[in-house]
């Protein structure tokens, strides 16, 4: 089992440093940061709320370590168009010397949408852009040069320059539809979904008959989890913690609950834990409570 941080876009850059850092010298296996601009007016805050760009906070993390696994949980296919994307990744893929993941969703939030004029069309068309831009994105990499006549996006004899490090530069498709398990079956590495272990394990199977219907095994795909955490002794703030936190996942109490519920998602086939950091404190007391994880899980 892999376990990662997620750090809250919505703190100050030296509180993501801070966390970091910390994930990096006490053994933590990966950092995420999401791709968002502003808060969605519910569980994460008003729009008002200052949240920090994806792609320069993680190359910045990139290059402030030296170790963890760098990813995003997911890029909005919709904010960029996938050759551009693939040119990041690919120079990020070198300032980090092999060390990033790149995760991608269909984008979903219509209030940043609206604000900046980007385009959300219905989940379905959304999902048929996503997988052309898997093509894109996987044939600017490994192709020297690559062409491509789609429906939403077209190249023409495309370079990208520098190639990944990787040989093979990981993506992560999150999402748990049966559509979006049919593209991680047929394009990803790393399947990341929210939910405990009992959603979880219903949709990994979903995930598994896709696989097998195009003939891929599907132990090789990876899979990831996160919920909310928060450390607490107090049975009566953890219960209106979890209450409070629905429809997201949520996980509440001493960090044998925690503990817990990991071993529930190894069952469930989950090889990699998620961690978000946004109900974890602040300073010292964080630092503290993400040890206290890692310690009882290890």
């Known amino acids: 089992m892999r376990y990662s941080i997620w750090p809250s876009a919505q703190q100050s850059w030296q509180s993501i440093v ?32 200052p949240t920090l760009e994806a792609t320069a906070v993680l190359s910045a993390l990139g290059a402030l370590t030296e170790r963890l696994r760098i990813g995003s949980l997911v890029f909005a296919n919709t904010f960029r168009h996938p050759a551009v994307l693939a040119n990041w990744a690919a120079t990020m893929d070198h300032v980090t010397n092999g060390r990033l993941l790149v995760g991608l969703g269909t984008g979903w939030q219509q209030n940043e949408h609206e604000q900046y004029g980007l385009d959300l069309s219905g989940a379905g068309k959304r999902v048929e852009m996503l997988e052309e831009a898997c093509q894109v994105i996987t044939g600017l990499w490994e192709q020297p040069v690559s062409s491509f006549a789609g429906r939403h996006y077209q190249l023409s004899q495309a370079i990208c320059e520098p190639k990944p ?30 939910g405990l272990s009992g959603v979880i ?56 609950v925690f503990a817990e519920q990991v071993q529930r998602w190894a069952t469930a086939g989950v090889t990699e834990v998620i961690v978000p950091d946004i109900a974890l404190g602040s300073g010292a007391q964080r630092l503290e409570n993400l040890d206290a994880l890692l310690a009882a899980v290890l």
């Open 201 to 256: 394990s219903e949709r990994s199977q979903v995930l598994d008959a896709k696989c097998l219907e195009i003939g891929r095994d599907p132990s090789t795909i990876q899979r990831s989890a996160q919920a909310l955490v928060m450390v607490t002794n107090d049975a009566r703030a953890a219960a209106e913690f979890v209450q409070r936190s629905a429809p997201r996942a949520a996980i509440a109490g001493p960090v044998e």
């Open 165 to 194: 490090v990787q040989e093979h530069l990981p993506l992560l498709i999150g999402g748990k539809g049966n559509k979006m398990l049919g593209l991680v079956a047929r394009y990803a590495d790393e399947w990341n979904m929210w």
């Open 18 to 49: 801070e966390v970091t850092q910390h994930a990096e010298r006490t053994g933590w296996d990966g950092v995420y940061f999401w791709d968002h601009f502003m808060g969605d007016g519910a569980g994460f805050g008003p729009a008002s709320t």
